[in-house]
């Protein structure tokens, strides 16, 4: 995927190494890298620079009953696969989380051709799918935590330049934006977010409890 313009900084891919991303966001990260040559470059180096740290730290006593405890946290979870090249729309640990392909994706309409479908929610994040039609405009908004957003189809431009397939856009507190489909063809995006957005116009602010974004 070398016409990948838009990687994930290592500061992700470390949380994601060390296992402390939110579920939602480890879904994403794990897409991202198995479509970017470049970030499992990268995170397969940082996972190197892990082991060897973890070579040279002592050993520490535990709970007795660490592995229970530990087995009830993740308990009905199933695990993300690890980040692996793939030859689908959606990458492979997507499609767990699906149940397949593109054509497996039960979406609801949100409005104004706007659909999503949502993957996972709890208290630390929720990630969903976004299809955005070709040409269509997102309302404007900032965020009261992180978005995380990877374009898995078609592409769409903001004011920090164009995402196409497998590029990722982090935005922040810092971040106003507003999302523009690419024209030619619909733009579907695999989103984490830990927080509301906060959008600037009215009707976007009232429809905002019924789709949940």
Known sequence: MTDIQH????????????????????LVVASHVSLSDES?????????????????VGTADIAHDSLKQTLAKIGGMA?????????????TPLQDAVGGDE????WRSVGRGVKQCVLHSDEDGTARLLLIPAGRAMPA????????????????RDADGVFTRGDIEVADAEINHQPIAEPGEDCICLVAT????????????????????
């Open 103 to 106: 054509a497996a994706v039960r």
């Open 7 to 26: 990687n994930l900084p290592d500061d992700i891919l470390m949380g994601y190494a060390t296992g402390v991303l939110p579920r939602a966001f480890d």
């Open 141 to 156: 908004h900032s965020h009261l935590g992180t978005e995380m957003t990877l374009v898995l189809k078609g592409a769409f």
């Open 79 to 91: 695990p993300i696969r690890r980040p692996v090249p793939t030859s689908g729309v959606f990458p």
């Open 40 to 56: 499992r470059a990268r995170l397969e180096s940082l996972e190197a620079i892990g082991g060897a740290v973890l070579e040279d």
């Open 194 to 213: 830990d927080a509301k957005l906060k959008f600037q116009g009215l009707l976007p602010r009232l429809a905002q409890p019924f789709v949940g974004i």
